[in-house]
């Protein structure tokens, strides 16, 4: 059986995918949305975010900011 920290990761990370494939807007926030909710069950258990450290703030709107930003840049 899967641990709840290992399915919200997991889950995170795959959301994060989804949004980066999003055709519309709209899909994209709504997976965004659904990054927060497994990063807030993350913190709730005191697990560390998958997406901490320097490139990666731990709020999925900050980190596709963030993304984007860099992508522009490169």
């Given amino acids: ?3 709840d920290i290992r399915y919200y990761r997991r889950r995170a990370c795959e959301e994060m995918s989804a949004a980066s494939r999003a055709v519309t ?3 994209r926030e709504r997976r965004l949305f659904l990054v927060n909710v497994y990063l ?3 913190k709730a258990l005191n697990a560390p975010s998958p997406f901490d450290d320097e490139m ?4 999925a709107f900050a980190w596709a900011h963030v993304q984007r930003a860099h992508s522009e840049h490169a």
């Fill in 40 to 42: 807030d069950r993350l």
């Fill in 1 to 3: 059986m899967e641990t």
């Fill in 56 to 59: 990666h703030p731990a709020s």
């Fill in 25 to 27: 807007p709209q899909a």
